[in-house]
């Protein structure tokens, strides 16, 4: 199957990224992060069976991570800064 390796490393790396954030984590504003990161990113298609989709990523990771979680981090950034929902969820923010 055809997949994009980046995009796989980003739905691995958001999570792990955010953590460090306390920022809105709403699905809205995590696709939102997800379609910025992903817009900067240059695709990486891999023909890969599905069983072997994550040990080639896996070998993708080392050089990879940086520049993705640069690109994570900028969209983590942009978007909790702007979150494009009104405040509805109520976030205690003490910063
Ligand atoms: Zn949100």
């Given at each position: 199957?055809?997949i994009?390796?980046?995009e ?47 040990k ?6 080392p ?7 640069i ?25």
């Open positions: 199957m055809l994009n390796a980046n796989e490393i980003v739905k691995l790396r958001m999570p792990v990224l955010l953590q460090e954030y306390n920022c809105c984590k709403c699905e809205k504003c995590i696709c939102d992060m997800m379609a910025i990161a992903l817009n900067n990113i240059k695709p990486a298609y891999v023909n890969t069976a599905e069983g072997m989709l994550f080639r990523i896996n070998s993708m990771l050089q990879k991570t940086t520049d993705i979680d690109e994570i981090l900028k969209a983590i950034n942009l978007v909790s800064a702007h979150p494009k929902h009104p405040d509805e969820e109520p976030k205690a923010e003490n910063q």
